[in-house]
T-cell receptor, first 114, second 113 residues
Framework: DTGVSQNPRHKITKRGQNVTFRCDPI?????LYWYRQTLGQGPEFLTY????????KSRLLSDRFSAERPKGSFSTLEIQRTEQGDSAMYLC????????????FGPGTRLTVL | GNSVTQMEGPVTLSEEAFLTINCTYT??????LFWYVQYPGEGLQLLLK?????DKGSNKGFEATYRKETTSFHLEKGSVQVSDSAVYFC????????????FGKGTSLLVTP
């Protein structure tokens, strides 16, 4: 399968714990995006990477959230001191260098904070 | 700010019925407009797009026309199939933003035989 993959698919954690999600984009895609989707809502943009550089961050990305893409390939999204309001589906997407319009989405990681 | 408003669902139609899902937007400048679709159990995927006023995007029998005068990008299909059952998201990309998409809340469509 050559699509965007995300791990884990589901994560249940207790409030106050740290969690980390991983996204592996399509191999030739240099652009990578993180979105968050809550029930009944559309995805909300969190942050964007071009290669290893983080070029845009939403104000939704509080200081408890950090994203990295150290070698311009996979990316991680870490949430520190999780809160119940962090419960959501976290989506990763990637796009090619030549077509920024079509973002290919992964299946998402569903986070539940108890 | 930049936002997208789309009609609430769920929308239930019989097979071969005509579909319209309304989408209006608020944005500065000239955004690009998109419809994404999420089939059950699958990730979001691009259905069609339009990047400037009066452009018509089309794919799989679906169409949408970028109407600047009414700030709309309504999705239409002349004859829906059961396999079109999915959640449809209208989205925009700001003209001065590289890459972030602003999505609407999504409209669930169920097509019955």
């Amino acid at each position: 399968d050559t699509g965007v993959s995300q791990n884990p698919r589901h994560k249940i954690t207790k409030r106050g714990q740290n969690v980390t999600f991983r996204c592996d984009p399509i191999s030739e895609h240099n652009r990578l995006y993180w979105y968050r989707q809550t029930l009944g809502q559309g995805p909300e943009f969190l942050t964007y990477f071009q290669n290893e550089a983080q070029l845009e961050k939403s104000r939704l990305l509080s200081d408890r959230f950090s994203a990295e893409r150290p070698k311009g390939s996979f990316s991680t999204l870490e949430i520190q001191r999780t809160e119940q309001g962090d419960s959501a589906m976290y989506l990763c997407a990637s796009s090619t260098p030549v077509d920024r319009d079509e973002q290919f989405f992964g299946p998402g990681t569903r986070l539940t904070v108890l | 700010g930049n936002s997208v408003t789309q009609m609430e669902g769920p929308v239930t139609l019989s097979e071969e019925a005509f579909l319209t899902i309304n989408c209006t937007y608020t944005a500065t400048g000239y955004p690009s407009l998109f419809w994404y679709v999420q089939y059950p159990g699958e990730g979001l995927q691009l259905l069609l797009k339009a990047t400037k006023a009066d452009d018509k995007g089309s794919n799989k029998g679906f169409e949408a026309t970028y109407r600047k005068e009414t700030t709309s990008f309504h999705l239409e299909k002349g004859s829906v199939q059961v396999s079109d059952s999915a959640v449809y998201f209208c989205a925009l990309r700001r003209s001065n933003s590289g890459y972030a998409l602003n999505f609407g809340k999504g409209t669930s469509l169920l097509v019955t035989p």
